[in-house]
Nanobody, 128 residues
Framework: QVQLVESGGGLVQAGRSLRLACAAS?????????MAWFRQAPGKEREFVAG???????????DYADSAKGRLTISRDNSKNTVYLQMNSLRPEDTANYYC?????????????????WGQGTQVTVSS
């Protein structure tokens, strides 16, 4: 059964940090999937935040939305079938439901339609 289960969301003050986790159960080996985080704020489209490619001999590539660079870091622990999103210096505009996504392409893509599997999301609320 395919499952992506996000955790770690919550209410936090601006400037603080949160770490999101996504535990995955996928049809093939976890390290063969590119993983990504998207977010969706009320009334807005779901947007790419960060992604980490499937693990190959040279490692995994990463990519970030401009709004995430320097503040958010994506990582993966293949031994735990888990991908993380470390979020520092949070801002009120980071408030959204954060979704984990997976696909078997090699490299990260920012297009939500390219991802086959999705989690249910975890809410992040940043107060000013």
């Amino acid at each position: 059964q395919v499952q992506l289960v996000e955790s770690g969301g919550g209410l936090v003050q601006a400037g603080r940090s949160l770490r999101l986790a996504c535990a995955a159960s996928l049809p093939r080996a976890f390290d063969s999937y590119t993983m990504a985080w998207f977010r969706q704020a009320p009334g807005k489209e779901r947007e790419f935040v960060a992604g980490i490619g499937r693990t190959i001999s040279s490692g995994s590539n990463t990519d970030y939305a401009d709004s995430a660079k320097g503040r958010l870091t994506i990582s993966r622990d293949n031994s735990k079938n888990t991908v993380y999103l470390q979020m520092n210096s949070l801002r009120p505009e980071d408030t959204a439901n954060y979704y984990c996504a997976a696909d078997r392409r090699i490299f990260v893509t920012k297009r939500r339609e390219d991802y086959e599997y999705w989690g249910q999301g975890t809410q992040v609320t940043v107060s000013s």
